[in-house]
């Protein structure tokens, strides 16, 4: 399994990975296409974000399969082709008719693509399985977001997509409205308040439960000093890391991963697994003949020659330190 | 003893931004000695210390000769080009295959090549799609960029090094210009002494060389305090009605909102917070207000400190209501750091992409698509920054990282825990040397051919983009980053859309080609550029194309901005998260229509304020014999004994009062970690303030400034705050009369 010249796994699994993984790389092309087609009409930034996300998500799923179809030597799919203009009208289409009719219309395409995942990852050995193994839990949660706002947003207490989570709604959603937290995409309750932000500022709102874990997840040096800010300062903090990729990522291993009722994969701190190694040769350097410094002749004006003449006199210099 | 030169080959120096022209002279296969170009208009022959002994790194025997891997017992052993690229390529493509794109990541640096960054650029961004790019510019000029594109909508210095001589007043905001930009200070001074003579105005909390040499006005604030100060600069300004009220109308928005913020900040309230007394707050805004011409440049003072993003805004907002910009003589010259730092930029080898386009407009990532033949869907990423990148190595996320041509091991902040991640993450170091802090990490060595070893280009801090030609063969089995990263996209099998290899090119030239494309239509235009007229001229500004074809000197002569939301780089960033609007809020909160924005902000105490346990403020800079983290300048003998070691400034009265005298050996300790090194006792710097040069790092020693810095950043900029930690400093013991200086 490599690049040209490296080694190479056995050639049927690498002819299966191709035929079982471009129609996927396919489907997610064409998803994302539909995703980019509808995100500037969004008028809500958290569903922005959330749309964001499922973009991200998808991109990192067809990179992650286009790698393994790549060392096998063949060409990856390269577009949603005729599939994604259809997504695209349709999402359109459903994003003039609402935010809860886009969702729903993206739901139908994601779960066909869980499906499609679910089909496959036992077909694939090795690392192979464990790549296609985290596409599919990507897609799950993907999958798992848009049902559970699709149930919020959906009114009765029976619709189907409330029924279809693996945890009850209000775990998922604190409140009645419409606030998406940028962190986790949903808007769990917690022990800190919400936070909001927005009239003269671009819009972004933490729920309670990001808010509790960002806050425990300052390091120690940082968490004293923050003993000094205001509460204002505090929170811009907050939300500062909260946006960030690492805590992104956290939220999505973590909490995305317990919210969908997949095994978390977050991966544990590496350990320091190398001492330093000095590889530079240990012979004395050769004394080096001490170089012309001086710029005589050059200096425009008396000011500058002094300067020029002091910085290559280091005691001047030196006594500026 | 000196060698006859045979050879003298055009060139520009690979130190600072300032990109002055060299020749290199060579005599059988080594060069032997660097002089200025005469006839190069940046600088006419000058040439600073380090410019003039730079070529001692090349023939130095710590040169990586030939790639190394890490055996099982942990010693890096010779390994040939096949072996270390094929390891690479392997753990690349397991790493894609079972983490994806977020598991892998480059950092690259501030001293390559166009050529090389947008070759790099290209594999990462259109070859397998990471966002974990970005370079050691995120420590030096990210903040240039970050209030470029917030104030005028996209990153592009607008002014030119003549300014300096056609204005009539010279502002350097935390610019220690005398030991960073050494040639430019000569430009300086000699201007001082001509025609305009300018007033210069020091912004510092140290006593510089800069101001010892040539300040007319030194304001001599505390430490994290920049934008109080220059709040009070603007309400003068305004409150005196030295501003251009037609200007602002026609082509500002949010002067109200300014006025309002800068109105809180009279001149007592400002000293009570800066420390700087209010005659000299008065007599600077005065210098400022009643000048006609003003350039005002910003460094690490500036970028480096609390507030970064919003301090460098308020200094373009300053210019602006001023209607100081787009003339001879008008600049807010947000510098960069390093030679090639605006290549990075412009390349998108940073957190950015090619060409200044915005990732959230799906038409600019649709332009690039179509230019590189790949999927549109896999582009429009979120950028990730340095500080990002390296708590994900930090906490396992990333499991390889590629490091280009910097030294992370000593020049992050809370470099002890920053060491821990790449002692565990699988680190590749491209470098020029093995005896780097990081290269001892590594898992993998690649040779890289360095400065007078490969031919490409740079485009210094006023945009002026000039070709570097090859002098010498590098040493070894030695090979141009651009070599390393065309073998590793073809080693990688990366295809466009129609099956051919992603990077067609085979030269710096072919891919020079490429990029002048790829930029034709764009705010950074190269496409009038071609290596035959680079030659012939020695240097062009951009835009160059065919409406100018000579270049362009300075930026925003209509002042027309590129703030419309179809031609913006970003859309607005919040200054105190760093959260970007949507497209869809961005057009919605005003319409700018090619006007400039007005952005102030309030002061806020820095993130790590000094206390009873931690009672001083340590600060961080640079000696102007030595660059970055000494990677080259150590090695050339002048400059390693004009500065061969770390110290700490103290104020005399904080010295006495701890006992401690000149060359006592001190311990300042912070939160993280601590710097032992003699105390340099005297007034140059505030009292409960001590300073730590940056350059030392060494692992087997207590010496990096970076040890004391938290993991804290600009909330916008991400670039790490190395100017400011809260620590408490005791003497060690006595120095007995011994000092090196």
């Not at chain 2, 949507?582 to 007005?598: D, F, H, P, V």
């Not at chain 2, 804290?712 to 930690?725: C, E, I, T």
Request: aromatic share 8%.
């Amino acid at each position: 399994m490599a690049g040209r010249g490296g080694k190479r796994a056995e050639v049927r699994q690498e002819c299966l990975t191709h035929t079982l993984l471009n129609p996927l790389v396919h489907r997610e092309l064409a998803t994302i296409g539909a995703i980019d087609a509808v995100i500037p009409r969004e008028k809500n930034p958290g569903y922005v974000m959330v749309l964001r996300a499922a973009k991200a998500s998808k991109q990192a799923n067809v990179e992650q399969m286009s790698t393994m179809i790549r060392v096998a030597g063949v060409q990856p799919s390269e577009s949603g082709g005729a599939l994604e203009s259809m997504l695209q009208l349709q999402s359109s289409m459903a994003r003039r008719a609402g935010t809860l009719m886009m969702l729903r219309a993206m739901r139908l395409a994601e779960a066909e693509i869980v499906r499609e995942y679910s089909e496959i990852v036992d077909r694939l050995d090795g690392i192979f399985r464990t790549g296609i193994d985290k596409c599919w839990r990507r897609a799950i949660k993907r999958l798992t977001i848009l049902t559970a706002h699709i149930a919020k947003r959906g009114g009765r207490p029976d619709v189907e997509e409330r029924l279809a989570l693996p945890m009850p709604l209000n775990r998922y959603f604190a409140h009645d409205d419409d606030r998406v937290c940028f962190r986790c995409l949903f808007d769990r309750p917690g022990h800190h308040n919400p936070l909001e932000r927005g009239n003269d500022h671009p819009y972004v709102y933490l729920c309670s439960a990001c808010h509790d874990e960002v806050l425990a997840d300052f390091p120690p040096d940082i968490a004293e000093a923050s003993k000094h800010w205001s509460d204002h300062d505090l929170e811009m903090h907050v939300l500062e890391k909260a946006l960030g990729r690492p805590s992104k990522l956290k939220a999505e291993l973590l909490v995305l991963a317990k919210m969908s009722d997949v095994s978390p994969d977050m991966p544990p701190p590496p350990l320091p697994r190398k001492a330093a190694f000095d590889a530079a040769p240990k012979r004395r350097t050769t004394a080096e003949p001490r170089p012309r410094t001086e710029l005589g002749g050059i200096a425009d004006s008396p000011l500058e020659q002094a300067y020029t003449d002091a910085l290559f006199d280091y005691d001047t210099v030196r006594s500026n330190w | 003893m000196t060698r006859t030169v045979e050879t003298w080959t055009p060139s520009v120096c690979g130190f600072c931004s300032v990109g002055c022209g060299v020749e290199i002279g060579s005599s059988g296969g080594e060069i032997v000695a660097v002089r200025g170009r005469k006839s190069y208009p940046v600088n006419r022959g000058r040439l600073g210390p380090k410019g003039l002994n730079q070529f001692y790194a090349n023939r130095h025997p710590t040169r990586a000769l030939y790639p190394m891997i890490r055996n099982r017992s942990g010693k890096l052993v010779r390994a040939t080009w096949d072996e270390a690229m094929t390891a690479i390529a392997d753990k690349f493509n397991e790493t894609l295959i079972t983490e994806g794109p977020d598991g892998v990541a480059f950092y690259n640096s501030g001293q390559l090549l166009l050529e090389e960054y947008y070759t790099l650029a290209k594999i990462a961004r259109g070859g397998f799609g990471t966002t974990n790019i970005d370079a050691n510019t995120r420590l030096c000029t990210a903040t240039t960029a970050a209030s470029l594109m917030e104030s005028f909508g996209a990153d592009g210095p607008p002014g030119a090094f003549e300014d300096f001589e056609r204005t009539e007043c010279i502002v350097l905001v935390g610019h220690n210009a005398a030991e960073q930009s050494t040639v430019l200070w000569m430009r300086i001074l000699a201007a001082k002494n001509g025609k305009m003579k300018p007033k210069v105005i020091v912004i510092d909390p140290r006593r510089t060389f800069t101001v010892e040499t040539g300040a007319d006005l030194h304001l001599q604030l505390r430490p994290g305090t920049n934008i109080a100060l220059l709040n009070g600069i603007c309400n003068l300004l305004i409150r005196n009605n030295w501003i251009d009220q037609k200007f602002i109308r026609r082509h500002t928005v949010d002067f109200d909102q300014f006025r309002e913020t800068v109105s809180q900040y009279p001149p007592a309230l400002v000293e009570r917070i800066t420390g700087v007394p209010q005659a000299r707050l008065r007599q600077a805004a005065e210098w400022i207000g009643r000048s006609k011409t003003t350039v005002t440049t910003c460094l690490q003072g500036v970028y480096q400190s609390n507030q970064a993003t919003a301090t460098a805004c308020t200094v373009n907002s300053m210019h602006l209501i001023m209607g100081k910009i787009g003339k001879p003589g008008c600049a807010p010259f947000q510098f960069a750091g390093q030679p090639s730092s605006m290549n990075t930029r412009e390349c998108g080898a940073d957190g950015t992409y090619p060409a200044y386009r915005n990732w959230e407009d799906v038409d600019h990532m649709r332009d690039l698509a179509v230019r590189w033949n790949v999927p549109v869907e896999l582009l429009g990423k979120k950028p990730v920054s340095a500080p990002e990148i390296f708590e994900l190595v930090e906490k396992g996320f990333v499991k390889v990282l590629w490091v280009t041509g910097t030294n992370p091991a000593a020049s992050m902040t809370d470099r002890m825990q920053q060491i821990r991640g790449l002692a565990g993450v699988f680190l590749i170091v491209q470098d020029s040397f093995v005896d780097t802090e990081t290269a001892q990490f590594a898992d993998v060595i690649l040779p890289a051919a360095m400065w007078g070893e490969k031919t490409g280009c740079m485009t210094n801090a006023e945009r002026r983009c000039s070709l570097l030609m090859k002098a010498v063969e590098p040493p070894g089995e030695a090979r141009s980053d651009f070599d390393i990263f065309v073998d590793f996209a073809w080693r990688m099998n990366l295809r466009d859309k129609a099956g051919e290899p992603l990077i067609q090119y085979t030269d710096p030239e072919g891919a020079f080609n490429e990029w002048r494309e790829n930029s034709r239509g764009t705010i950074p235009d190269y496409s009038g550029m071609t290596y035959a007229k680079l030659v012939e001229r020695g240097g062009i500004q951009w835009p160059c194309n065919d409406d100018h074809p000579d270049g362009t000197t300075r930026l925003y002569e209509e002042a027309v901005f590129p703030t419309p939301w179809q031609i913006s780089e970003v859309y607005e960033k919040d200054l105190e998260t760093g959260h970007e609007h949507t497209q869809r809020e961005y057009r919605q909160k005003r319409s700018a229509r090619g006007r400039a924005i007005l952005i102030a902000a309030e002061f806020r105490e820095p993130a790590e304020p000094p206390d009873r346990e931690y009672p001083f403020t340590a600060i961080s800079g640079r000696q102007v014999y030595h660059w970055h983290t000494r990677t080259k300048t150590m090695k050339s003998p002048v400059l390693a004994s004009a500065a061969p070691g770390v110290f700490v400034s103290i104020n005399k009265a904080d010295a006495k009062r701890l006992g401690i005298n000149d060359g006592d050996i001190v311990r300042v300790t912070s939160r993280r970690a601590c710097v032992e090194a003699p105390a340099r006792v005297g007034n140059l710097v505030p009292r409960k303030t001590v300073f730590v040069p940056f350059h030392y790092g060494r692992l087997d020693r207590n010496e990096s400034a970076n040890n004391l810095m938290a993991k804290s950043h600009d909330a916008v900029s991400k670039q790490p705050v190395q100017k400011s930690a809260a620590v408490r400093v005791e003497k060690v013991r006595s120095a007995d009369g011994r000092t090196w200086w």
